[in-house]
Structures are given as structure tokens and as C-alpha cells.
């Protein structure tokens, strides 16, 4: 019978077959000689082959990794003839081990630190690393718990439907205390008395600044109102038989002055015309005692003693007053009481914020495009007067209550986050700052606050080379 294949008859093969027969050695009995012990390598027949246990363990400094990595990528002479490789395939792997090894002769450098990223990795790192380093971080704002100054107020007549505070930009507070008409002006914190009227005609009912910061408007018991220059203290002009009854609201849009009076007429008088009663609005049974006109000038929200808020377009007003009625553009009825606190929202246009009064409590948010009701809020008291802040999202509140007089909310959660305690008295009005930081608050406990509120405001933005002229300007040829 054959050999099986691959044994063959050779010398070292006779010898492994001889060394197979011979008898295990003897076991040395302890004491005498080595002790015994056992091959790990229990497989190995050849005597002369070391032994490295039952386990691999590579010796690492035994390798020649730059020989390996030179084996791995270069071609192989017993492979491939060098000679037969074309110029361009020779060229393809010149750049390939360019762009992808970068020139590098090993791939893993535990010693070495990784290169810096480069083409656009490296430019888009950089773009983000100045633009986390250019971008400011937004600072804590505190909210003050006390007023930053308090005036004395003798003499302040305490009625809900009457608006006797105004800032203006001139930077110069008015306050009317019974017949007399006084001016604060904060920049110097010196205070002059503009105008005093008689018994027969106060006490003053409403004041407003014009735009310009130097007109003033003044409504008063009798009916009448009146125009000042605030720069010379000289009476400008006298309305009369405007009104059958007191003016309590007062509301500038350029060169047109809105009055709103107890008889429940709002009239546009052209202060430049000597028939100055151009356009009426007519729809509130009670006394108006809120006006606001919109930020665009376009819209005109009033409020009245008979629980209603309207919105008038001037367009759709009427042009001659005998005709009377004026259509409103919406009509809001939901609030429950009187309505004298009107905010319009700096940062969206149809955006109107309405406070209603004691049996109401709420303060009602309106699209003033759809005349739907966004949101509704009871405040648990009476609302007396709203401002926005022209820096955030946020809406303040004064109350007809000792116990929250100021309340600041965050819009559009309205999550009330401050109380600004102080008054001891219900909140009457409230005016703000040219720059939309402080606010001013006046009180039936007779006193004038001052309150650093709404923090500093943002980097003013460059002003409009084209100024809004006004919604009114195809009257000019009146005069």
C-alpha cells in the first residue's frame, strides 16, 4: 500500500518515527535532580522548538513597522513588472498617495500630534470660532424693587377716567394737579409751572405732548382745549365748541390732535387750520377715556366708559362732521367694564393690548386686521394703564390695588415675573422715556415714581431719511 501524499521516506521523516518508539523518560523522585514538569507545547515534536506557552504575545519591539508600511504600499517586484505599469497608472498612484497619506510615510503617529485641519474644515472652524467670539452675551437684567425717585403730588385729583401724565421727547414730564399745569424736566430735575386756569374752566382733565416735544395739548373740565408752546409758555391756540362736556382723552398723529370727551365724540382738529375739526368718530354711548393712535398712523383705538373698544381707520371717517356716524372698522365687546388702558405693540403693528376695569379685571390682546381676541388675562384687578417695553417682549401694568400696583409680564406667555411695590394707592397713569428705560407712574397716594424698569435699551438703529409726514396731508389745502 502507498504512502499517504506528502509523507514521503526522507531522513528527517525516519527520525521523527524513531523518536516516537523510544520510552518516556523516567520521573525523577523529589530531591533527586530537577522536578518534573510538563511541556506546554504538548503538540511539538521537535525537541529543539522553543516553547512560548499556550499563548501569542506579540513582541512589539521586534517588529519593523516602517518595513511593514513600505511591504503594504509599495508594489510588489515578484508581482507586478515595473516596466509594464503605464505613466498615467503610475501617476494616478503618485497623486492618490498624495492626497490621501498627505506625504506621510506612517499613517498611526502615537508621538506626534494630529496636523491642523486644513482647506475648508479649517476655514469653516475659524468662521465659527469668531462669530461665538463676536456675538455679545446677553446680560441678567435686574428689576428694581423700589423707584429710583419719588415726586410730591398734592392736589391730584383722583379719577379713574382721566389721563393727566405725559413724557415727551424733550425729555420733560407733565403733570396736572387740579387747575395747574406743571413741567419736570429730567434732565436737570428743575420743575416750572406752565399754565394755571380758573374754577370756572378745571381743573385740567387730559394732557398730551405733541411729537415734537415742545406743543402741548391740555383738555379741561369745560370742554375746551388748549395748544401751548412749552419752550416760550405762550397759549397757542383755545378749541371751543368742540365738545359739549370735559375732555378726558387726548391722542397725537402728526399735526392732527384727537379729542375724546364725556359726550362720546372723537374728533381730529388740524392744529394748522383755523377750521380745525376735520374728521369725527362716532360710536361710543358713554365717555371716551382712551385714545392710542397706532404706530403707522393708520389706526385709531379708543376706549369708553360703556365697556366697548373700536377701531377706526382714518379713511373711513367721516370728512364732513354734520353727517354725524363714522364707521368703525371693528367693534370689541367682551370686556366687562370700562376700557381706559390702550398699549399698541412696538414690534408688531396690529397688535392692541386692552385693560378693562374693575368688574372686568382682564387684560384682552387684539388682531387689529382680523378683530379676533388672542389672548385673555385676569389680572384680579382693576387696570388702570399698560405699557410696552420697547426693548423686550414685555407688557407693564398699573392696578387699581395696594397690594400689586405694578405688575410686569412677559409676552407672549404673559407670565407675570416682577411687582413693583411702593404706592399706597391705586395707579393712575403711567408715562414713559423718551429712551423706553424708565417709566413714571402717578398715584392717588398723590406721589410721582420713577422707575428704571426696562433696563437699557439697544444700539439705536440709523433713522429713516424719509420721515412719516402723516395720514392727513390731503387737507393741507384747507388752509
Known sequence: MGEPPGSGSTPAAKRRRILSRLPPPPIEEAGEGRTYMPS?????????????????????????????????????????????????????????????????????????????????????????????????????????????????????????????????????????????????????????ELMTVDDDSGPITSVSWARDGQNIAIGLNSSDIQLWDASSNRLLRTFRGVHQSRVGSLAWNNNILTTGAMDGNIVNNDVRIRSHVVQM???????????????????????????????????????????????????????????????WCPFQSNLLASGGGGNDRCIKFWNTHTGLCLDSVDTGSQVCALLWNKNEKELLSAHGSVVNPLALWKYPSMVKFAELNGHTSRVLCLAQSP?????????????????????????SKPASKTAYTGMFNSFSHIR
Open 435 to 459: 429712551d423706553g428705560c424708565t417709566v413714571a407712574s402717578l398715584s392717588a397716594d398723590e406721589t410721582l415714581r420713577f422707575w428704571n424698569i426696562f433696563g437699557t435699551p439697544e444700539a
Open 281 to 343: 368718530y362716532r360710536g361710543h354711548g358713554q365717555e371716551v377715556c382712551g385714545l392710542r393712535w397706532s404706530g403707522s398712523g393708520r389706526q385709531l383705538a379708543s376706549g369708553g366708559n360703556d365697556n366697548l373698544v373700536h377701531i377706526w381707520d382714518g379713511s373711513m371717517a367721516s370728512s364732513n362732521p354734520s353727517i354725524g356716524h363714522s364707521r368703525w372698522l371693528h367693534r370689541f365687546r367682551d370686556h366687562q367694564s370700562a376700557v381706559k388702558a390702550l398699549a
Open 40 to 192: 506546554l507545547s504538548t503538540n511539538s515534536r521537535n525537541p529543539s522548538a522553543k516553547c512560548y506557552g499556550d499563548r501569542f504575545i506579540p513582541d512589539r519591539s521586534a517588529m519593523d513597522m516602517d518595513m511593514a508600511h513600505y511591504l503594504l504600499t509599495e508594489p510588489r517586484k515578484d508581482k507586478e513588472n515595473t516596466s509594464m505599469v503605464s505613466p498615467s497608472k503610475e501617476a494616478y498612484r503618485r497623486l492618490l498617495a498624495e492626497k490621501l497619506l498627505k506625504n506621510r510615510t506612517r499613517i498611526l503617529a502615537f508621538r506626534n500630534k494630529p496636523p491642523e485641519p486644513e482647506g475648508m474644515l479649517h476655514h469653516l472652524f475659524a468662521e465659527t470660532l469668531t462669530l461665538s467670539q463676536a456675538k455679545p452675551v446677553k446680560k441678567y437684567r435686574q428689576i428694581p424693587q423700589t423707584a429710583e425717585r419719588t415726586l410730591d403730588a398734592p392736589g391730584l385729583v383722583d379719577d379713574y377716567y382721566l389721563n393727566l401724565l405725559d413724557w415727551g421727547s424733550q425729555n420733560v414730564v407733565s403733570i396736572a394737579l387740579e387747575n395747574t399745569m406743571y413741567l419736570w424736566n429730567s434732565s436737570d430735575s428743575s420743575t416750572t
